[in-house]
Each structure stands twice: as C-alpha cells, then as structure tokens.
C-alpha cells in the first residue's frame, strides 16, 4: 500500500483490446449484446437456503425451537423464492435471446417460481427416503442425521433433486448450473434430466456421472467412480452430433453398481442385480443378475464412454 | 428490488406441509426432538484455524515477525479450542439423544477439547515426515514450503490427522464431517478411522478412497484413484450388515501404490511392495513384490468394492 | 458466549512446544527464517477478477451496458494487477531464499506483471476456441454462453491459461497454486508445464490428470478420468529422481480421448485418433489410429502410472 | 505487505507492561478477575432488530409482503431475544461480581428476557403516539412515514423507550449502553431511568440532555439543546455525593421547550406552557406560562447544571 | 450456543399482537398497504460512492494511478447511479401513494438519475469553492486536501449539496434521508431545501441547524451551535401550522457567524457583517455590522427557535 | 437486477468532466499529483484496535482468560502497529509533498511507530486516572467498568490521549482524524494539540470543544457544550490569519465547568475555581473563584468564540 512509485499497466491499451475481441464474440455469434446469465454465486446460495428450508435443524440453524422453526423455514422460504425467482427471469431472458420462444411463452418468473415451491414438500418427501436408504446402506452410518450433515452423495442428491424440478419445468440452465455445483463440492455429476426414484443411495461417490437420459429405479446404490454413460454418439447425414435421444442405460430397482463400474449406452440393468467393481457394460442383464470383471469380456467398440 | 407487484408464493401451506413432513420424520424415528448438530461451516473455520496454528507463516499470516508470531499461535489457539469445545458439546449431546451414553459419560466437551489441544505439537511433528515425504516423493517439488501451500495430498493428509485424533477420542461425527471437508476440496476420502503412520505422500489424489480399517506403515506414497476397501460386506443371521470388522488393507512400510490400483480386503501388501497403476488386488503380497497388471490374474467374487 | 466457568487450555505450554518444532524444522531445512508464500486466497480471488475481466458480462456482472462494461474492465483489472504484483513479490522473495537467483535476476513485480497483462487478449482469444469447441463437441450444449458458465471444463482451461502463462514467465509456484485451485474446484489436474493449444474441452473431467511435459495440440476432445501421465521416473545414480525430463504424452491435432483411459510416458498419440474408454496405453499410436479395450494387450511394465 | 524489513514493535516488553497495569488496575478495585461486560456493538445490532421487528416494512426490509412479514417479525424476533437474553447474562453477571445480588436474585436472563418481549407491542403503541406528534408538530414533516426514516427525534425516543423498558427490569447497564448508541448517532442524551409518556417529540436535537429523574407527561415537544438537568448535587457529611436522589425537571402534559433553554433542579414546569429559546429557568412554573428570555432574571447559584 | 435448555419466547402471540397494531395504524392512515421506503444504509453507501467520483484520490482509494482513476470513476458511477435510481423509484412510489401526483407525473427514476448525474460536475465546482474557504479560513489547517478528510463541516456540506441537489429535483425524502446521515455523523443540520452559495464553511459545527428556507450567501462562515431558525410558526384559522413560507434567515455574502448565535425569523444580515458569539438576534442587521452580546437586548417573543 | 431495458448514465462524458474539474484542481495548487492520504476508516479500526489492547476484557474480547488475555494483546498489537505503521507512512508522504521537510527528516514510519507502541503503557495509566475521575464524579455511575463501556466522555478521552501522542511524535493529520472520529461519535471536539494533564471528566459531552493550545490541570469536570475556545484570531500586517499563537484558555488544576459555558482566550481559571452554567467568561479568575451567570457583566468584544 505504501510503495512510492505506482506503476502503469497499460490498462487502456488493454481495455481496448478486449473490447475488441468481445465484439468479434459478439459478431461470430450474430449477436447484438452480450447475454445476461444467471449467477453461480447466487445459485450456491440459493441452494443452501433451500437446504435449510427443507431440514431447518440439521442444515439451517442448531438452536431453533419448536416455536421459532416455522417462522424461520417462511422468512428463508420468502427470500430464497424472491432470489430464484430473479434468478429464473435470466434464464427466460437468455432463452428467449436464443429464440428459444416455446420455453417462455407460456409463463412468467414468479409463476415458474410459484410451480417449483409447490413441490418444495414432495423433495422432502424423496429425500427423506434417500436418507433412510443411506443410513440401511453403510455399516458406518450411526444415524441418518449423521448422513444429512456428512455423505457427499446426500449433497449430490438434494442438489439433483432440486436440479430436476427445475429442469423438468423447463429451466434447463439454471438446473445445470445447480449440478454443477454439487458436482464442484463432491466429484458427483448427476445430469439434471437424469430421471432417478425414491431411495437412492451413492457412497463415496467421487467420480461418479450420470447421463441426461439415464432413469433409475427405487431403492438403487452407487460406489464411487460409476459411470451411467453413452456408449456413442449419434450424428447425422451432415455428420453433426444428434441430440436428445435416448442413450444412457435404465437401471431398475434394487439394483447395487459397486465402484469403477462403466455402464453404457441404451441398455437395462435388470431388477436387483449386482453389478461387480470395474465392470466394463455395454449390453443388458436380465433381473438378478450377479455381473464381475471375470464373466465380462471385453467387448470391441468404436467410441467409448462419452456422455 | 422495484418491481411494484409483489407476489405471494403460498408460504403459509408449504410451511405447514413442511412441518408436518418433519413431525413424520421424528415419529419414525422415534424421536421427540430433532438433533441439534455440529456445523460444517463452523468446522471449515475450525481446520483453518488449526492450521495457521501448526504452520503459521505458511498457512496462517505471511507477515508475521519472529516477535509476533507466538502471540498469533496463542491468540488463535485460544479462538479456536473455544469454538471446537462448542462443536464438541454438540456431539456430546447427540450422542447422548442416541444413548450411546458410553461415550460420554467419562467428560465434558472441555476434557475433550484439553486433551486434542496436547496432541497438536504431535500432529504437527507427523506433518512434517509427512511434508518431507512429499518434497523427496514428486520429481516436480521444488521445496517442502511449496508442497504446503500446493498439494491436494497435504491437504488431505492435514485434515486426516486431526479427524483421526478427534475419532480416536471417541468424537466420530466431527471427526467424520472434518474429513468431508477434505473430501469436498481434494477428491481424496480418507475415513478418520484409518490408522495412518509418518511420512504419508498422496500425489494428485482425486479418486482416492481408505477405508475405516485400513491400516497404512511409515513412508507409503499412494497416487490419484487408488482404493483401499472392503473386498464385501458380511451379514449377520438376520441380513444386517456387521458393524466394526476389520475389512480393509493393511499396507506396510514403504509400499507405493500407483495410480488407479483397487486393493480390496483385509489383505496385506508386504513391506517395500510396489503395485502397479490400475492393478485389481484382493489377495495378500509378501514384501518386496512387484505387482503389475499382467500379473494379476482376475479373480472372481461376489460383492465388490464396497467400503 | 456465557457459561461462568472459563478453562484453560494449557495455551502457553502448547505454544512453546510448537514454537520449538518450528524452529526445529527451520533449522533441518537450514533456514534462519520462515518463508513468506504467496496466499491461496488471495490468488483464488485473483483469477475471480480475471475471469471477469476476460468475460466480463457472463463471469463479472449481469447488469453492464455497453457504456460501462469497459469502466469495469478497466477497474477490475488496476484492482487484480495490483494484487497479482504483491503475490508475484512474495514469489520472488521466496525464490531469492531458495537461492534461484537466475529466476529474479533480470526483473521486478512489476515487470512480471506488465509481461503478464500483455498477454490477456491473447488468453482472451484462446478461452474464445476453448468455448466454441466445448459447445460443438457435446451434444448437450445450446450454446456457448452456457459452457462458460457451467461447465468444469471450462474453469480448468480458464485456470490452466492463466496459470500456464505465468510458468512460462518463470512464477511456477503462483502457477502451481492456480492449478491447485481448479483442481480443487473440478477435479481436473493440469499441471501449469504442460502445453495446450487452441479448442481443448475437457468433458465432466473429475479425475482428468494432465502432466508437466504433455503436449497437446489443436481440437483435443478428453473425457472425465483421462491420465496423461509418466510411465515411471528415472533416477540418478545416487537413487535420486531426476526432474524436468520429457516424461509426458505428446497428443496431436484432433484426437479424441474417452473416459478412463491411461496414457503413460513420452509417447506420441497421432493426429486425429480416437482412444476408447479405459484403455492402458504405454506405446505410441500412428495419425488416425482407433485403439479401444480389446486391441490393447496389457503390457509388463515396472512402476506404473506415477506423474 | 511487500516490505522485505519486517521490524519488531517490542511486543513482549508491551504485553508486560499492560499486564502489570491491568493486574494493578484489579487490585485498586479488590477485584481478582476482570469483568465481563455486554458489547455495544451487539447491543447496537439488538435495537437494529427490535426497530425492524416493530415496523417492519419500514426499518426491516422494503419487500415484505402481506403473507411474508410475519415470519420476517417471528424469525427476527427469535435472533434478537436470544442474542438479548445472552448480553442480559452478561449484565446479571457483572452485577453479582458488584455484590448487587438483590437486582439478581429473583431471575435468570431468560425471564428478564421474556418479561422483555412481552412488552414490545406496549412500545409499538407507544411510538405510533410519538411519531403521531412528530408528524404534527413540525411543519416540515409530510407524512408518519418520513419521520420514521428520518427524524433523529425518533431514533432516539425508539432507543429510549427500548432502554427505559430494560431500565424498569433492572437491567441499568444494558440500558446505559443502548442509551449511549442513541446518544452518539443523534446528540440527544435521554437518560434511560426518565419517565416520558406518550406523543413525545424531540426536533433536531443535537445536546438535547434529559436526567435520569426527569418526569415527562403526554404531548410534550422539545427542540435542540434544550437541558432538563440537575440544579446542583447534594453531598453527604463525608462529602460523597449523593446518589438516586429526585433532582431534575417535572415537566407536565401539553409543555413545549425551545432551543437552547435550560431548566434545572426539581421544579415542575405546569400543563401547556411554553417556555421560549434560550431561556435559564431554576424554579417552577405554574400551568399555562409562557415564559421568554426577557421575563427571567438571572439567578445565583452555588453549582450549576450537572445532570 | 450450547445451553441445552431452549426456551421459548412466546413469539406467535407477540406476532399476532404486532401484526394488530399493523393494521389499526394502517386504518389510522387510511392506507391499505404499508409502504416502501429508501433504505438509510443504501442511501449512506451511495453518498460514500459519490464522495469517492467527486475526490476518488482522497475519499476513495489512495493508490489510484493517472491511468486507473477515470476507470475507477467510471465504474463507481456506473454502479452508483443503478443503486440511486433504485431509491428514487422507491421514493416516487411513496409519492404515488400520498397522492402527491404532480410531483411524479413528468419523469421515471432513470430520467430524475440522469438530471442528477447530470450535475454532479457543478458540485464538484462548488466543493472546490468551500475547500478553499475553510482552508483560508481556519489557521489551524494546512492544506485543502486535509479539510477534505478531517473536517465534519466538510462531510456536512457534501452532504448537503448532494441532498439540495436531490431536493431541488423533486426528491424531498431522500435528499431529507442523505441532510440526516451527515447530521448523525456530525452534528450539522442543514435542511436540504436551505440555499448556500459557494465558499461556505462551516467550523466545528456540533449544534448548528439550518432552516429549510434560509438563504446564504458566497464566503459565509458558521462556526457551532450557530442556529438560523423560524422566529415562531404561524398558523391558520383553524390552528393549523402554516407549511413552506418563508421563515428563515437571509445570510448575505462574507457575513460570519461566530459560535452559539441564534438568528431567528425572516431577517437579513448585511453582507459583510460579523455576529458574535452566543448573540440572540431576531431583527435584520445593515451590511458591515458588527454586533455583539453588549449591543443585543433581549427581545420580547413569544414563541422561540422552533425551525 | 432484471429490468429488460438497461439505460446509459452518459458515464464517459461525467468522467471526462470530473477529470477537468480535477486537473484545473491540481493546477490550482500548483501540484504535478493529487495526494495519497491516510483513511479515516482505517483510522477508527486502529483505534478500536487499540481500544481493545489498552482494555482488552473490557473493549477487546469478553471470553478471554487469564492465560489467553496476553496473546490477544500481542496479537492485536502486531496487527494495530503494522497497520498504524501504513498510515503514518502516507502521512510522511503527503508532509513531503507539502514541503514539510523539517517534520520528515529524522525517522522512519517504523520509527513513529516504535516510539508510539513505547508510550501505550503511559496512555492507559492516564486513562485509569481518567476513569477512575469518572466514577468518583458522576452520581449515576456504580463502577469504573460502566464508564468505560458507557460514557461518551471515555470515548472521546481514549481517542484524545492517542492523538495527542501522535500530535506530539509530529504526524497532525492522522492526529486530527482520530480527534474527528472521536467527535463524530460523541460530539465532543478536542483538538490534538491541547494539552490535558490525569482524572479528566467530561459528562455528556455534546458541544464540547476544547482548542489546540488549550492546557488543562489535574482532576477537571467539564459538561456538555463548553466551549475552551479563542478569543480572536490575530491577522498579521497583510491581513492573513497568525497561526500557532497561543490563544486559549489554562485551566489549572481541580476546576469544574459547568453546561454551556464559554471560555475564551488566554486566559486563567485559578486552581479549584467552579464555573457556573452558561457563564461567559472572556478574563482571568484567581484560584478558589466561584463564577455564576449573575457575576460575568457581559463584556464587550470584537470578534467572538472562534478557536
């Protein structure tokens, strides 16, 4: 703070510069203006809020009485809907500068806002069963309290299924960069789209992905490292990529996916099957299936594990 | 801030169905009062502060003088076991909503913070083989300050060793959510029950997994997504997964483990023995061997890598 | 804040004993003086303003108009390059203690920081190829505003442009520690040494390695989990490891590589091949090879896939 | 921070030298243990919070909405009793340690905290009559609202009526302080032991000082400078001033005060007069006067106008 | 934080007894809904703001260059303006609700933000104009720039001319908000609808209060607890208050006020003229007076220094 | 945040205007750069600083210990000084602009650092004379705790005992800052350079004002609005103030001043002299005089209560 000499760094030289450079970004994009975009930071805070709506004692505040909880969940509940709701009004903004008009026609900010609190209790609902099944499923878990305040894969979940509403009223942006977030703080990347059931459990959990077109049954459990990808990708007559169909694998219920796993492309994990550490999976098993390296040749393919 | 139209958001009903959801959750667990628990945030600040006690120019304030530095160590001592003896309390009271009145019937949240105080000189006389470890283990390590303030694995390992110590004092939960926060920062999930001795160097580290039984020797160096787990779960009579086992490796002195290497089971890995990147392990190996994946034949089994 | 009874924590007799393993610990390294190292904080919040500088309405603040987005910028950066010249100072000392005079002969702060400056247009127009590659190469992108604010590629690539460029100025430490940082944010390990040129994208990424001496051409597509790693280090005939040699893959123009798979050692991957999802591969490939699973035997080797 | 000279202050030998004074200091006053006082700056944040949660729309938060600002009132008000109830534990305390045990035998913080809150909408109804008066008696003043936000006359009569209720409860300290806070941000020093009724305005009032015994009755006004202060103090026959004594102005309903004027001792100013700027005034009035500069003559006196 | 008894407060019956005192107000207003007001703290962080563009070198940061200062300027315009026009939709809303419609009917926020900026280069002017006269004015100060950062008769008139500015436009509640900010900061009250010519100082200044229609003069000085007040308030038949006539004293140029006078009703004081200190003075003076406590009689009145 | 149309301000223009405005400035006052000063709010942090090491239980921390207490003092300390040693630094800077070689020659800004650090221990003896006057004088005051915590009077003396040294070391600009903050918060207004000896009181406080060649004895009691003010300023033959005479009042050794009272020139209260309320006092009172309104003839004089 205190040195004599203060130096130039030839800041309106650089200035121009970038100015340029963000017009010819512009222009590459025949664009007019630059978009404006949701906030991450925002968002992470929007998420912790929700956390705290939905488990006030464990993630929102210790000494909360039976007396103060509900006046503390409504105050939360009535800022964070404000701030989403914000929050949304840039992503209808964005879309509709990417002409996107089908996404936005029918609604506005505050009634996306109105339609994701709706289904604030049935998250709760969900959640709760996934706390239970982590609790059942780690021989370590003393209780499922411990489990809300320290598994990564209950962080990755209340990120997902706060994710998922959002992206399945058409909110697609704001959904991913949820995902992200949780994939930031816990190595999990859980698609948005993905579709997953009640009673869903990921232990450890770094690594682990899981594609936009996955659907996961009830009562499944996933290690660390597991992969639910695309076995390739599709492109069309011009050789662009195609998008949107259906190329991430069904896992059905009680199914258990040990780590390393790669499961990939279209196919079905058969009900309650055991899936084996490091298995390499590119076709279907039927129901009950027990599946390790040693039964699994390695099967030739073109492209590999992209998602 | 301006817009004139303020929307209501339903907030009474979603806080009633909110209440009652968690009124549920307490009855199926049997519970009168939701726990009171120990904070993330607060630990987070905990560690940091921890941290600029053990190393205090490198991790703490980089203008501190040889006069001041001391009274910078005492003051955030002081700061610090004054808000661990507060998380600490927590614990203690949620153990005792558990009737795990064992744990806590010998001291208070004092007794407990007094005795992990006198074991700081030792954590950091551990740090420092471990810091060593590292400065001679990574060709690009130019001096044991840089690997402090750069490696993943230092991070890790600092967090580790003072879960481990809260663990082995009977204070699981903070313990656990202490190396969480490792978890979240590095990709390595070191579980604080984990017997880890000196000169401990994890290189790179995301994927990395060690479970609670594990015990690892003087000078191991482990590299990115290597696990030590559990080979299977074993079930009582009544199909509940046993608690407590001893179920993962134990690793002797001088092993190096290379990068992607599974080790599954309570085997043990022979002192001075390398195992080679992406190995599948679930038998032991004498010391001195050299394991690659050409050598290891694929074995057969039933469970997984489950932790 | 108010219980009566205020315990001791026995702080005087813990701040003697880490006071002399301190000391201890300077004199084993035979320093008079403890270092002053750049802080992580500080650096993190510095490659917060760059960010914003180089995109300044999608990663600074939504709200900018055309009239006052270069007020920004230009603010922002006599902020960040005021900061980045003290951080580069503490480097510098630090160097001189090590005694790498030839590092800090020939300029000042300053100087590096004007040299640094001068290259963020560039950066500037490498981020803009990184972006529309990622926004071409998933099929789930809609546009390249949203790759830049969500995708974990990204902010490895943004981090790795910045840090790479001050390596190249000879801050390796500074360099490495904004490494560090994305890597803790992504899970993506880029060393700042390696060489990358314009379109990378790097997909989901936990667990991507990237070593000091890779070189990577144009249009690289690498998928999460992908190491590009050392195949084993050599030593001197003292036992000592021997630094800085070409022990890292060279990957050409146009190739794509899919999750999981493991490069080792300075081989060369010709342009435009594909390699599958985890695949081990230790020899180099011609231009348009598609090397999958199946075609790859398992090859002996001694060490492994340390980096 | 960049300065390679980092110089020594001669801590130690400070740190000694006020460690003796501080010992000393104790000793003068027979004490062994140094007290433990409330924080002005919470106390500061506590009325913040009290005045937020008495008008809410407009010293909370602008947005609140029908449906919202209950929780807002519910929520505020479980932080500010708790963090009260803590700095009223704090004065309890410092009281013992005085000796004054019969100002705390009778309850715990809690229900001095309690007895508190059940009279703030007591305050509320008592403020609604001052800002009432405030907006009627000053020409300038367009609405109730305007006054709320910008009369230091009604910052400082929120303080006093949350300080007096304190005062009553046997709370002097807190009181003190909270008076003090309104002290500094308006110049009006109303001492939190007067007893003021309804309507009561205070214009401009800068060195407007009210004593602890002053009477103050409905509907009075009273513009800057203007003193209620003690005539003089009484010493007992050891020369020791007398303490608690009723020694300042009586003034009664419907009185207006200008600027600058005087009134000291325990004389009582009758129903509706007036009593004009400037003015020295050391004895009663009767109802109805109206009195100016020319009409006093200037009285001798022994000591003055210490309060 | 960790008292195991938590106690509760009665807060929905203290809620209920609020939210009743909420409405009966209301209904007292005959107001359906409360109304929205600027926010004090806004409004002090966008007089800082604007300090900081009018002097960036000396109230804003120390260490700006030639090259980064119009950045800084630019910037902090940019956001101040955006935060300012938020207060001032605020404000016209509340206009709106009064029913003060002419005020309103003719601009949006933006229009009355513009006309604002639009002059803050004339009150720079006008600022350099009083700098220099308190420089020349106080034998104590040794250099302007040390007026600027020391003296509350500085902080007082910034205010002021940023509020005048405000008041001028149409804005009467805000520019009232910013004249209490400087008040509770320095003692000053100077109504925002007052008129000061240039070169006005202000010395000391605790106790001084200026009347919303004075008139003052170029090169006047005021020195504390010097009042320029309403002789008395006229009022209409119906013993209403008369609002906005012209009640306050006409300074003319180079007159100087020393401490403690009061100057009261719609007198002029000839330009050149010196009042002493404490003077009492309700009748105009000819230019080139010199009037001390001797010259003055006390005057019959019958109301006093209400402003 | 989420209007659709984001209007221009016209910044680039306002910029270049106000870049006039500062150059035409600069030009004014024949200056090349504008100054580099010390910050105001950096000051009032050093001084609640050290604030908090003079009384560290009282005004630092309530929680600390009798082990703890030293370290946050030493702590606080090397924060204060490094911080205070900046400040002073850019007041040299700005004394060398000014020319003021003389005051700069001798030492360092480490130096005035040092040799202010040296004399804290003086500074809180003093204070303990000045609280323990405090408490002695004041009949509602019932511990010499409550003062320090309470009365604005401390506050101003803490603040005046630190300028004053710092005035004496030769650095008046900071000197005054701190006078200024003390008189922004409590509205009493000492300048630095007065002189005022042990067991000084000031009661209430706003108004007063006490000028810099002011010289006052042992165990004196001021009120509120005292004014120790000049006489008149001196114009040398050119007609230009006289600076640096000595020019207001000596108040000898156990005087008590009384509310409002006015004290003017180089003049004398003889030892143990009272001073009544509202006195105007313009000449010399021997020791043990007891001056009332009724024995001051109001005197005749040219200029007033300038200081």
Redesign the interface.
């Known amino acids: 703070?205190?040195?004599?000499v203060?130096?130039?760094?030839?800041?309106?030289h650089?200035?121009a510069?970038?100015?340029q450079?963000?017009v010819q970004?512009l222009e590459?994009?025949r664009r007019q203006?630059?978009?404006?975009?949701?906030?991450?930071k925002i968002l992470a805070n929007i998420v912790d809020q929700l956390s705290a709506?939905?488990f006030?004692?464990?993630l929102g505040l210790?000494?909360?009485?039976?007396?103060?909880?509900?006046?503390?969940?409504?105050?939360?509940?009535?800022n964070v809907?404000?701030q989403l709701s914000?929050q949304i009004?840039?992503e209808l903004?964005?879309a509709r500068e990417?002409a996107?008009t089908s996404a936005v026609a029918h609604c506005s900010?505050?009634d996306y806002?109105?339609q994701f609190?709706?289904q604030?209790?049935t998250i709760?609902?969900l959640l709760?069963t996934d706390l239970q099944a982590a609790y059942e499923g780690d021989?370590?878990a003393?209780?499922?309290?411990?489990v809300l305040?320290?598994?990564?894969g209950m962080v990755a979940v209340i990120h997902y299924r706060i994710a998922h509403l959002l992206y399945q009223l058409g909110l697609?942006?704001i959904a991913?960069?949820i995902s992200?977030i949780a994939?930031?703080?816990?190595?999990i990347?859980i698609?948005p789209g993905a579709q997953i059931a009640d009673s869903f459990f990921i232990?450890?959990g770094?690594?682990v992905?899981i594609g936009?077109t996955a659907i996961i049954g009830s009562r499944v459990r996933i290690?660390?490292?597991v992969?639910l990808?695309a076995k390739r990708?599709n492109k069309d007559d011009s050789g662009m990529?195609?998008?949107?169909n259906l190329r991430h694998p069904i896992v059905e219920d009680d199914v258990v996916i040990?780590?390393?796993a790669?499961i990939?492309g279209r196919i079905t994990l058969g009900k309650g099957s055991?899936?084996?550490?490091?298995v390499?999976l590119t076709h279907s098993v039927p129901a009950g299936s027990?599946i390790?390296?040693?039964?699994v040749r390695?099967?030739?393919?073109?492209?590999?594990?992209?998602?």
Chains 1, 2, 3, 4, 5, 6 share one sequence.
């Not at 990529?241 to 949107?244: E, I, N, P, S």
Request: charged share 25%; glycine share 8%; hydrophobic share 35%.
């Open positions: 703070m205190t040195d004599t203060r130096s130039d760094w030839g800041i309106p650089l200035v510069e970038l100015r450079l963000r970004a590459n994009r203006q630059p978009p404006r975009l949701p906030s991450r709506v939905l006030p004692n464990r210790p000494d909360l009485t039976d007396e103060s909880i509900d006046y503390f969940v409504g105050n939360t509940l009535d809907l404000r914000s009004e840039l903004l964005f990417l996107e900010a505050s806002t109105l609190a709706a604030l209790p709760r609902q709760d021989p370590a003393r209780s499922a309290d411990e305040v320290c598994y990564p697609p942006l991913r960069m992200e994939h930031s703080a816990t190595g990347d698609h232990d450890h770094t690594g992905v936009e290690y660390q490292a992969t990808g990708f990529l195609v998008k949107g040990y780590a390393g790669t990939l055991t899936i084996g550490g490091n390499w027990q390790n390296q040693a039964q390695a099967e030739s393919f073109d492209a590999g594990a992209g998602i």
